[in-house]
């Protein structure tokens, strides 16, 4: 099984930064394309970001283009959500998770769809106060 653990969440104020980091084990990490999803309260869950297995492409949500980038490193089997200019709207449980298929690189359609994922992490909380 591959495990997720999602770190580095807290309350910010409007304009501030955080990083969310989320850690993997199990599998083989650097061989999965990884995604990060929101959920504010009463909202569905949506797509904020994803990056391929190997770094070379990234997807955003419009919401977060430009405000946000993700990143990872292989060899530290993480994956990060450098998140700026944030604003309440911003609020929410983050989640990350792995595309469990070697070697994808896909589009922006296949990144975007929850069905793309196989395991996720338990979610981490990010607050944004006006």
């Known amino acids: 099984q591959v495990q997720l653990v999602e770190s580095g969440g807290g309350l910010v104020q409007a304009g501030g930064s955080l990083r969310l980091s989320c850690a993997a084990s199990?599998?083989?990490?650097?061989?999965?394309?990884m995604g990060w999803f929101r959920q504010a309260p009463g909202k569905e869950r949506e797509f904020v970001a994803a990056?391929?297995?190997?770094?070379?492409?990234?997807y955003y949500a419009d919401s977060v283009k430009v405000r946000f980038t993700c990143s990872r490193d292989n060899n530290k089997k993480m994956v990060y959500l450098q998140m700026n200019s944030l604003k309440p709207e911003d609020t929410a449980v983050y989640y990350c998770?792995?595309?469990?298929?070697?070697?994808?690189?896909?589009?922006?359609?296949?990144?975007?769809?929850?069905?793309?994922?196989?395991?996720w992490g338990q979610g981490i909380q990010v607050t944004v106060s006006s």
């Open positions: 199990g599998g083989t990490f650097s061989r999965y394309g």
């Open positions: 990056i391929t297995w190997n770094g070379a492409s990234t």
């Open positions: 998770a792995t595309d469990a298929r070697i070697y994808i690189s896909g589009t922006y359609d296949h990144w975007k769809s929850e069905g793309t994922y196989d395991y």
